[in-house]
């Protein structure tokens, strides 16, 4: 296949972009200012995102900053990429209906609502091809993920401005959207240099019309994917840790980050790859009727490991190495690459902000070379 | 789509009680065409859900070529498994399954079996001692070594009665606190080894109990010259799911509940019995 | 338990508000007067103390002498009992005067204190009589209480909720407080159950479910202090509704004894 033509599609056409995507039935999905943070929620209005905004991250911490220029996707993440819209936090996967002589089961399958989900970042895309391999290729594939999954479609924007938190770029994820997407971004001053990804991201752009990015304005973006590269000062070795981290299943820093670590569960909820969850009941008052649930779960919980009376992981500190041996370590068994795409969420949105680049530094001893 | 989360219906055609916390639950598909199509290996489990309280994964001890009865034998010790403990013959359970990957049947065929067995976790096995006692002639010499800790947790005195009954099946026990009604062998299980009349070359291993114990097993029985490949175990950890996706039972490089519950020793040795995992 | 099972709701030393989550149930309210029988409720009307019955909820914790009794003779005619509430399940912000000298407070207060009977130190029901189930918050919710009647009712107990708030925070896609507020949030802490009731609008929680499984005190008072809370601040965020929990109450000291320092 040649590459798909680079293509430009001005700012006030962003309008266009989104009325395009309605018109074919998709309920679009895009980031916006609330609360204090860069969340994803219904973008109906282009001037609903975050424009002039910019994202402040440290370890245990998220500010946002607001400036007078027009860039709208200018930041980095906030807590939740796509996870929640595919993978959903809780839902209901069975209802039990109780009869006098006998038990009928019915299931509930997400009513498919077509999504296009506007700005999902290079590291997203990298935790979305691991969910994928998680929920829907393996021997069983979950319904409920692959309802929402299928008719998902993803305007990616190349990240410009990656946090002090972020650092894709060391583990290949990213800055920029290199797959898994059907148009991307890349923004500008004055717009964006658009390329399609998929024939239906084709389709889109064929559809708005536009005119083909300038080579100045190709070589904006290139220079601004550079500049993205190297603004970044986190790296995780690149390499398999599996072997390094099983061979220091005693070393005294799970102690040490055992006494700093909450076990609140912040990081694994943030986790674009995390895939954790625990099933539940929610029976009906009276009784003729139960619903059977699943919610998103942690590592990190006293529940996680209960077998029949027993807590395999009771302490923080075997918590806290379950994660991390099987994130860096024994993903690359189960799933062929580790399962962290270097979004830095962890990091940020851990309250005592934990930060896990160093404790792997710490732990493997080479981390940061 | 097959929806594999959702539930057939089942019913409780006996409930037998086996000791004071043990129970087994017969059940059956109600569903005739579920029913048929079904089909299992022993040592593979079922999700069994209790209405409105939720799901266990309990392990399949009956006959896999019975009529379509499968029995489940469970010990009441959490939420769900209390709230089993009160079905009666006539109620209705969900069943999810078969899941996991179960003994390897066919490669035991022709061979010495050696099971091993500790603590009360032994539903496992049970089902693999009733394989073989049912198609006799087609397995060599059969050892079964059952540890317990207190002489009292042995649930089960005739059925291992019953069971050394059958031509060349040895039924070695013991407890590390005896008592004074306690006539066989006072200390570890692994202490037996010397006395089961095997052929450590022709020997294929199945063990399910606590990890220490499986280890120290496993460990012996190389000493006594059996290929540590020709060791085969069974791991539990908290399942929910059944098919590999809530995480739960993830173990090193696998999901227990879809990669094993039964692994080859050497496929999980460097885990096992380490605390934390 | 019989067909319909006898329920009485009892109240010692509290607010009445946990008894609220019966009433708040509404409609659902009559649907459990179906399935139960509510033999003692004051609050509703019927008034029984002494009936025996298969499901006691206890609201309140033990403050007088008269309550030591009248929890024995409760623990004694039922089957099954459920505190309800931070107060009976680990003495409720009244415990706050186990650490006062509680005599010199009623002196300071009212006019006779003689005529004022209560004991020098406050206590959670389980303390004095066994408990077989707790539900904890202040208020409990009216979703807890329906689950703890359905599990009682299928025979079995509710699930426990032992996780932090901040699973539930997460699920429920708030924007975490502390992260991107500074505020000094206990949900790091805090036993789930309320549905990150504080979060979701913007606020910090402040630990009335009080503590969840596993709770690192120490490090989140570290924290706290990072955040610029001086220690006698930190202290009080432990040392509020749930002061009398092991966990929160040695936190709330340390805290104490650090401004000391």
Same mark, same amino acid.
């Given at each position: 296949?040649?590459?798909?033509? *680079?293509?430009?599609?001005?700012?006030?056409?962003?309008?266009?972009?989104?009325?395009?995507?309605?018109?074919?039935?998709?309920?679009?999905?895009?980031?916006?200012?609330?609360?204090?943070?860069?969340?994803?929620?219904?973008?109906?209005?282009?001037?609903?995102?975050?424009?002039?905004?910019?994202?402040?991250?440290? $370890?245990?911490?998220?500010?946002?900053?607001?400036?007078?220029?027009?860039?709208?996707?200018?930041?980095?993440?906030?807590?939740?990429?796509?996870?929640?819209?595919?993978?959903?936090?809780?839902?209901?996967?069975?209802?039990?209906?109780?009869?006098?002589?006998?038990?009928?089961?019915?299931?509930?399958?997400?009513?498919?609502?077509?999504?296009?989900?506007?700005?999902?970042?290079?590291?997203?895309?990298?935790?979305?091809?691991?969910?994928?391999?998680?929920?829907?290729?393996?021997?069983?594939?979950?319904?409920?993920?692959?309802?929402?999954?299928?008719?998902?479609?993803?305007?990616?924007?190349?990240?410009?401005?990656?946090?002090?938190?972020?650092?894709?770029? %060391?583990?290949?994820?990213? $800055?920029?959207?290199?797959?898994?997407?059907?148009?991307?971004?890349?923004?500008?001053?004055?717009?964006?240099?658009?390329?399609?990804?998929?024939?239906?991201?084709?389709?889109?752009?064929?559809?708005?019309?536009?005119?083909?990015?300038?080579?100045?304005?190709?070589?904006?973006?290139?220079?601004?994917?550079?500049?993205?590269? %190297?603004?970044?000062?986190?790296?995780?070795?690149?390499?398999?840790?599996?072997?390094?981290?099983?061979?220091?299943?005693?070393?005294?820093?799970?102690?040490?980050?055992?006494?700093?670590?909450?076990?609140?569960?912040?990081?694994?909820?943030?986790?674009?790859?995390?895939?954790?969850?625990?099933?539940?009941?929610?029976?009906?008052?009276?009784?003729?009727? %139960?619903?059977?649930?699943?919610?998103?779960?942690?590592?990190?919980?006293?529940?996680? %490991?209960?077998?029949?009376?027993?807590?395999?992981?009771?302490?923080?500190?075997?918590?806290?190495?379950?994660?991390?041996?099987?994130?860096?370590?024994?993903?690359? &068994?189960?799933?062929?690459?580790?399962?962290?795409?270097?979004?830095?969420?962890?990091?940020?949105?851990?309250?005592?902000?934990?930060?896990?680049?160093?404790?792997?530094?710490?732990?493997?001893?080479?981390?940061?070379? | 789509?097959?929806?594999?989360?959702?539930?057939?219906?089942?019913?409780?055609? &006996?409930?037998?009680?086996?000791?004071?916390?043990? *129970?087994?639950?017969?059940?059956?598909?109600?569903?005739?065409?579920?029913?048929?199509?079904?089909?299992?290996?022993?040592?593979?489990?079922?999700?069994?859900?209790?209405?409105?309280?939720?799901?266990?994964?309990?392990?399949?001890?009956?006959?896999?070529?019975?009529?379509?009865?499968?029995?489940?034998?469970?010990?009441?010790?959490?939420?769900?498994?209390?709230?089993?403990?009160?079905?009666?013959?006539?109620?209705?359970?969900?069943?999810?399954?078969? *899941?996991?990957?179960?003994?390897?049947?066919?490669?035991?065929?022709?061979?010495?079996?050696?099971? /091993?067995?500790?603590?009360?976790?032994?539903?496992?096995?049970?089902?693999?001692?009733?394989?073989?006692?049912?198609?006799?002639?087609?397995?060599?010499?059969?050892?079964?070594?059952?540890? /317990?800790?207190?002489?009292?947790?042995?649930?089960?005195?005739?059925?291992?009665?019953?069971?050394?009954?059958?031509?060349?099946?040895?039924?070695?026990?013991?407890?590390?606190?005896?008592?004074?009604?306690?006539?066989?062998? /006072?200390?570890?299980?692994? &202490?037996?080894?010397?006395?089961?009349?095997?052929?450590?070359?022709?020997?294929?291993?199945?063990?399910?109990?606590?990890?220490?114990?499986?280890?120290?097993?496993?460990?012996?029985?190389?000493?006594?010259?059996?290929?540590?490949?020709?060791?085969? @175990?069974?791991?539990?950890?908290?399942?929910?799911?059944?098919?590999?996706?809530?995480?739960?039972?993830?173990?090193?490089?696998?999901?227990?509940?879809?990669?094993?519950?039964?692994?080859?020793?050497?496929?999980?040795?460097?885990?096992?019995?380490?605390?934390?995992? | 338990?019989?067909?319909?099972?006898?329920?009485?709701?009892?109240?010692?030393?509290?607010?009445?508000?946990?008894?609220?989550?019966?009433?708040?149930?509404?409609?659902?309210?009559?649907?459990?007067?179906?399935?139960?029988? *509510?033999?003692?409720?004051?609050?509703?009307?019927?008034?029984?103390?002494?009936?025996?019955?298969?499901?006691?909820?206890?609201?309140?914790?033990?403050?007088?002498?008269?309550? @030591?009794?009248?929890?024995?003779?409760?623990?004694?005619?039922?089957?099954?009992? /459920?505190?309800?509430?931070?107060?009976?399940?680990?003495?409720?912000?009244?415990?706050?005067?186990?650490?006062?000298?509680?005599?010199?407070?009623?002196?300071?207060?009212?006019?006779?204190?003689?005529?004022?009977?209560?004991?020098?130190?406050?206590?959670?029901?389980?303390?004095?009589?066994?408990?077989?189930?707790?539900?904890?918050?202040? $208020?409990?919710?009216?979703?807890?209480?329906?689950?703890?009647?359905?599990?009682?009712?299928?025979?079995?107990?509710?699930?426990?909720?032992?996780?932090?708030?901040?699973?539930?925070?997460?699920?429920?896609?708030?924007?975490?407080?502390?992260?991107?507020?500074?505020?000094?949030?206990?949900?790091?802490?805090?036993?789930?159950?309320?549905?990150?009731?504080?979060?979701?609008?913007?606020?910090?929680?402040?630990?009335?479910?009080?503590?969840?499984?596993?709770?690192?005190?120490?490090?989140?008072?570290?924290?706290?202090?990072?955040?610029?809370?001086?220690?006698?601040?930190?202290?009080?965020?432990?040392?509020?509704?749930?002061?009398?929990?092991?966990?929160?109450?040695?936190?709330? @000291?340390?805290?104490?004894?650090?401004?000391?320092?």
């Amino acid at each position: 296949m040649t590459e798909p033509p *680079f293509l430009f599609l001005p700012r006030e056409c962003f309008q266009a972009l989104l009325a395009t995507l309605a018109g074919q039935g998709f309920h679009c999905k895009g980031p916006q200012l609330h609360d204090g943070s860069i969340v994803y929620a219904e973008l109906a209005e282009a001037s609903q995102l975050p424009r002039g905004v910019r994202d402040r991250q440290a $370890p245990g911490e998220y500010r946002i900053e607001t400036g007078a220029d027009a860039r709208c996707f200018a930041w980095a993440n906030g807590a939740q990429g796509l996870k929640p819209y595919l993978f959903a936090p809780q839902e209901v996967l069975w209802q039990a209906e109780r009869h006098a002589d006998h038990t009928q089961f019915h299931e509930t399958l997400p009513q498919a609502r077509p999504i296009a989900f506007i700005g999902a970042r290079a590291c997203d895309l990298a935790a979305l091809a691991l969910q994928d391999a998680h929920f829907l290729q393996q021997d069983y594939v979950d319904p409920y993920y692959a309802r929402r999954r299928e008719n998902l479609f993803i305007v990616a924007v190349d990240c410009s401005h990656p946090a002090a938190t972020c650092f894709c770029a %060391s583990t290949g994820d990213g $800055p920029a959207a290199s797959a898994g997407y059907d148009i991307a971004l890349a923004e500008l001053e004055e717009g964006y240099v658009a390329r399609a990804g998929s024939a239906r991201g084709q389709g889109v752009l064929e559809q708005l019309a536009l005119d083909p990015a300038s080579a100045a304005q190709q070589d904006s973006a290139t220079r601004q994917h550079q500049q993205a590269v %190297s603004a970044q000062t986190r790296r995780l070795p690149s390499r398999n840790l599996h072997d390094v981290l099983f061979a220091q299943l005693e070393h005294p820093r799970w102690e040490e980050v055992a006494e700093r670590c909450l076990s609140c569960g912040n990081c694994t909820s943030v986790c674009p790859t995390c895939f954790c969850h625990h099933e539940l009941e929610q029976p009906q008052l009276d009784g003729t009727r %139960s619903d059977h649930v699943r919610e998103w779960d942690s590592c990190f919980t006293q529940g996680h %490991s209960y077998i029949h009376g027993i807590v395999v992981r009771s302490e923080t500190k075997f918590r806290y190495r379950q994660w991390l041996t099987h994130k860096l370590g024994s993903w690359h &068994e189960q799933y062929g690459r580790s399962g962290c795409v270097g979004c830095g969420r962890c990091l940020t949105w851990c309250p005592v902000g934990i930060d896990l680049t160093e404790e792997v530094a710490a732990i493997c001893g080479d981390a940061n070379e | 789509m097959n929806n594999p989360y959702l539930p057939w219906e089942a019913e409780v055609v &006996e409930r037998v009680q086996e000791s004071d916390s043990i *129970f087994t639950l017969r059940l059956r598909l109600t569903d005739p065409e579920a029913r048929n199509h079904y089909r299992f290996v022993p040592g593979q489990f079922n999700m069994v859900y209790l209405y409105g309280v939720g799901e266990v994964a309990i392990s399949i001890v009956s006959d896999p070529e019975s009529e379509a009865l499968l029995d489940h034998t469970i010990r009441a010790v959490g939420r769900v498994t209390h709230g089993l403990a009160k079905l009666q013959a006539g109620e209705r359970v969900g069943i999810r399954g078969p *899941f996991g990957r179960g003994w390897p049947m066919p490669l035991a065929e022709g061979r010495d079996v050696f099971i /091993v067995t500790g603590g009360l976790g032994c539903a496992p096995v049970v089902g693999v001692i009733n394989y073989v006692l049912a198609r006799r002639t087609r397995f060599g010499r059969v050892c079964i070594v059952q540890g /317990v800790k207190h002489a009292e947790d042995m649930i089960w005195r005739e059925r291992y009665a019953e069971w050394s009954a059958h031509p060349d099946v040895q039924v070695l026990l013991a407890a590390e606190h005896g008592g004074v009604l306690w006539p066989w062998h /006072v200390g570890l299980a692994t &202490e037996l080894f010397d006395q089961a009349v095997i052929e450590p070359s022709r020997t294929i291993v199945m063990m399910c109990g606590p990890e220490g114990m499986m280890r120290a097993a496993a460990r012996g029985l190389m000493q006594r010259g059996i290929a540590p490949e020709e060791i085969y @175990l069974s791991m539990e950890r908290n399942m929910q799911c059944g098919v590999g996706h809530c995480g739960h039972c993830q173990f090193g490089g696998s999901f227990i509940c879809r990669n094993g519950p039964v692994y080859r020793y050497s496929e999980v040795r460097e885990l096992l019995g380490v605390k934390g995992f | 338990m019989r067909n319909r099972p006898r329920v009485a709701i009892h109240k010692f030393s509290s607010c009445d508000g946990c008894q609220l989550a019966f009433l708040n149930l509404g409609e659902a309210l009559l649907t459990a007067a179906e399935l139960v029988e *509510f033999v003692h409720f004051a609050e509703a009307g019927p008034v029984a103390p002494d009936e025996k019955v298969d499901i006691a909820f206890v609201e309140g914790s033990l403050s007088t002498p008269h309550e @030591l009794e009248r929890i024995r003779q409760v623990r004694a005619n039922s089957t099954y009992l /459920v505190t309800i509430g931070a107060c009976a399940t680990s003495g409720g912000v009244q415990a706050l005067r186990n650490m006062a000298d509680a005599g010199q407070w009623v002196a300071g207060i009212y006019a006779q204190p003689q005529y004022i009977e209560s004991l020098a130190t406050v206590s959670p029901i389980a303390q004095h009589v066994p408990v077989d189930l707790e539900l904890w918050g202040c $208020p409990v919710t009216s979703r807890q209480i329906v689950a703890a009647i359905r599990a009682l009712l299928f025979g079995v107990l509710p699930v426990e909720e032992n996780d932090k708030v901040c699973l539930e925070c997460k699920r429920r896609q708030q924007v975490c407080v502390m992260v991107s507020k500074g505020e000094p949030c206990m949900g790091p802490v805090t036993r789930t159950g309320c549905g990150a009731l504080c979060p979701s609008f913007g606020r910090d929680c402040y630990g009335c479910f009080g503590p969840a499984e596993n709770p690192n005190t120490t490090a989140l008072s570290r924290r706290f202090a990072g955040l610029g809370l001086l220690p006698e601040q930190v202290a009080q965020r432990f040392l509020f509704i749930n002061n009398a929990a092991p966990a929160f109450h040695a936190a709330g @000291l340390k805290a104490r004894e650090d401004s000391h320092d």
